[in-house]
């Protein structure tokens, strides 16, 4: 089981593959797929501000018709008591994407930010 960050989503429905990493794109090809709700909250908020062309039930419908991807189901009162420990950034949406994959028996998370991978011991790009 794999988690994935709102770039990498976003990279997977544009088809811009070549942005991946080969453990990336081997990851995808062979795990199951999941992604946090604030995933989908966050490519709302690009598409409102026009950062991405399309909604976000778009793209998520999309990707789980083509690779199955879905959402975590993990009670939201347990994501976002964990995400209470992450101190080491402000942004809301990484608490939460990073809160979620830690408490699925510390999965990874696939992404290319820094930080995360800084901070998220199971962040992989």
């Known amino acids: 089981m794999v988690y994935l960050d709102t770039h990498v989503v976003v ?3 544009a088809g811009q593959v070549d942005l991946l990493s080969g453990l990336a794109k081997d990851s995808i090809d062979s795990e199951n ?3 946090s709700p604030m995933v989908g909250l966050e490519l709302q908020f690009l598409s409102e501000i026009g950062r991405i062309k399309v909604n976000s039930e778009e793209i998520v419908n999309d990707l789980s018709m083509r690779i199955g991807l879905r ?3 993990l009670p939201f009162t ?3 008591t964990k995400s ?3 101190h080491w950034t402000r942004d809301p949406f990484d608490r ?4 979620q994959a830690s408490l699925q028996k510390e999965s990874v998370l696939l992404t290319k930010d820094s930080l995360i991978q800084k901070n998220y ?3 992989r790009w």
Do not use: P, R
Not at 96 to 99: D, F, G, M
């Open 84 to 86: 209470l420990n992450q």
């Open 11 to 13: 990279w997977l429905y």
């Open 78 to 80: 347990s994501v976002v």
């Open 96 to 99: 939460i994407i990073v809160a």
């Open 121 to 123: 011991l199971k962040a």
């Open 33 to 35: 797929l999941l992604i």
């Open 71 to 73: 959402y975590c189901e």
